[in-house]
């Protein structure tokens, strides 16, 4: 059974850096074809996709935000760390790492999400 | 970058009505397409994948269709835990996994 799990702040100032880490357990990011995203969702807003992280350290990043982001993973520890720098309030959001099946490419297990809020 | 649309949204529904959402990929995504539901508060959850093909424990009233830029969605006979938004999701441009814009079902 695959499980995820956000966990870092629940508060950060604007200009500040935001780290979260996604513990997961049920399969490894060292196998073949494995893959761990981070999706993000405003309140009352739409799902957003944002960045991924292979099971080979290839690494993708949305467009509009990869200057401000980095996903590690740990395989050891089977966690997967990102960071966001200069958060703004528009970030303010419930963030979900989320398992990447690698038969159907979509996201088949997520974590139950952090909400993270964006405030001085 | 591959843009997503949905309609409508929301969408009014009854218990034991049949609904069908329509997404709608702004280039040919050939069949990678996929179906969320969330319900308030709730994280996603991944319902059809590659256009058609129902995920393992989703009930057999939802079903997918479609190919290159026209899907839909279909629900037939609306049960009260049907309520929620559905999104779909494109997996072509991997790995720009384009959500579209959700479409909340509603009594």
């Known amino acids: 059974q695959i499980t995820l799990k956000e966990s870092g702040p629940t508060l950060v100032k604007p200009t500040q850096t935001l780290t979260l880490t996604c513990t997961f357990s049920?399969?490894?990011?060292?196998?073949?074809?494995?893959?761990v995203g981070w999706i993000r969702q405003p309140p009352g807003e739409a799902l957003e996709w944002f960045a991924l992280?292979?099971?080979?350290?290839?690494?993708r990043y949305s467009p509009a935000l990869r200057s401000r982001l980095t996903v590690t993973k740990d395989t050891s520890r089977n966690q997967v760390v990102l960071r966001m720098t200069s958060m703004e309030s528009v970030d303010t959001a419930t963030y979900y790492c989320?398992?990447?099946?690698?038969?159907?490419?979509?996201?088949?297990?997520w974590g139950q999400g952090a909400l993270v809020t964006v405030s001085s | 970058d591959i843009q997503m649309t949905q309609s409508p949204s929301p969408l009014s529904a009854s218990v034991g009505d049949s609904v069908t959402i329509t997404c709608r990929a702004s280039?040919?995504?050939?069949?990678?397409l996929n179906w969320y539901q969330q319900k308030p508060g709730k994280a996603p959850r991944l319902l059809i994948h590659?256009?058609?093909i129902l995920q393992s424990g989703v009930p057999s009233r939802f079903s997918g269709s479609g190919s290159g830029t026209d899907f839909t969605l279909t629900i037939s006979s609306l049960q009260p835990e049907d309520f929620a938004t559905y999104y779909c999701?494109?997996?072509?441009?991997?790995?720009?996994?384009?959500f579209g814009p959700g479409t909340k079902v509603e009594i």
């Open positions: 989320a398992h990447l099946s690698p038969g159907t490419l979509g996201f088949d297990y």
């Open positions: 049920g399969f490894s990011l060292s196998t073949s074809g494995e893959g």
């Open positions: 992280i292979y099971w080979d350290d290839d690494k």
């Open positions: 280039q040919n995504i050939r069949n990678y």
């Open positions: 590659t256009a058609s």
């Open positions: 999701q494109q997996s072509y441009s991997v790995p720009a996994f384009t």
